[in-house]
């Protein structure tokens, strides 16, 4: 199909979903300021839900039309290339930021909270086991779509059940016994946007939950940079050696492209230390991969998700 008349069409579309989800939908919405690497071109169509009910007509919607839906969390282990996005990138929006108390050690939380908020609320509320919560970026959503964990524990290990919805705006829960989990992943369906999810602790003392909280915030601020613009780690930790010795012991800890640089304090870090595009990002990820296999013959895996059009 001609070009312009793609575009013809696309505006068309957008024209529709904004007549029908009002100041929701944002055309073209640079996404730079949703990346914890601050880089990243526009969402061809940007869509933030109010509720649970807006985001299943909207995707009912846009289901019919065959769109490709793009989720977005809190953008901190995500690249964004300098193209952006086509089709619809999700943003879920504050109101998914919740968190309830169900039991003594049982809590509901939107998708959207904030990992160290939900490690926090089990503070207060003096639940045990979610300590580790307070050292990872990003929010909940993100945390169970990537296995996150530190310190000898995964938020697989907490989960009891996430509710989901599709592709075509259909709600789901899903128990845990229902997901298999693995390193730095699971097998949740790529077309499953988590809305929510319940997650049990253990009861204990408040003191103890915050001693264990700031030993494990000591650690992280001793061992990774803060305050710059990265993505968190890098590439996943090999079954043999740590993704950074495999990185310090090729050589490639001092490499960089334009303004993309290896963190000093630690070289699973990538760093936009100034003006760099997403394509220096993503060039000096490539970069360190073929050096690590030519030095190691190990293929290092992503940690971070790359998304958006190449050019």
Not at 53 to 68: I, R
Not at 248 to 255: E, V
Not at 280 to 303: A, M, R
Request: glycine letters at 8%.
């Amino acid at each position: 199909m001609d070009e312009r008349i793609k575009n013809k069409l696309m505006n068309l579309e957008i024209s529709n979903l904004k007549r029908k989800f009002g100041k929701n939908i944002i055309k073209n919405e640079i996404l730079s300021k949703y990346s914890w690497f601050n880089l990243g071109g526009p969402a061809e169509i940007f869509f933030r839900p109010e509720n649970k009910e807006q985001l299943k007509e909207f995707l009912n919607e846009t289901f019919k039309k065959n769109f490709k839906i793009n989720i977005l969390g809190a953008g901190s282990n995500t690249l964004i290339r300098d193209s952006g996005v086509k089709g619809v990138l999700v943003k879920l929006s504050s109101n998914f930021s919740n968190i309830k108390l169900i039991k003594k050690d049982i809590i509901e939380v939107g998708a959207a909270t904030l990992d160290k908020k939900v490690s926090e609320f089990a503070k207060i509320n003096e639940i045990g086991g979610m300590e580790f919560l307070s050292c990872i970026p990003g929010s909940i959503g993100g945390a169970i779509i990537m296995n996150s964990g530190c310190y000898g524990t995964e938020i697989s290990e907490l989960l009891l059940s996430v509710l989901v919805v599709d592709e075509k705006g259909q709600e789901k829960k899903i128990s845990r016994d229902e997901i298999e989990f693995y390193y730095r992943g699971c097998n949740l369906a790529h077309n499953f946007i988590i809305i929510s999810a319940q997650l049990k602790g253990v009861t204990t003392s408040k003191e103890l939950i915050e001693k264990k909280q700031i030993e494990y915030i000591k650690k992280k601020r001793d061992s990774q940079p803060s305050q710059i613009k990265t993505g968190g780690s890098t590439f996943k930790n090999n079954q043999s050696k740590k993704a950074w010795e495999l990185i310090k012991d090729s050589g490639c800890d001092k490499f960089s492209v334009g303004d993309a640089k290896i963190s000093e304090k630690h070289c699973n870090f990538f760093i936009n230390s100034g003006k760099a595009k997403s394509s220096d990002i993503e060039k000096l990820i490539n970069k360190v991969k073929s050096q690590v296999h030519l030095k190691t013959g190990i293929d290092l895996e992503l940690e971070i998700k790359i998304i958006g059009d190449e050019k």
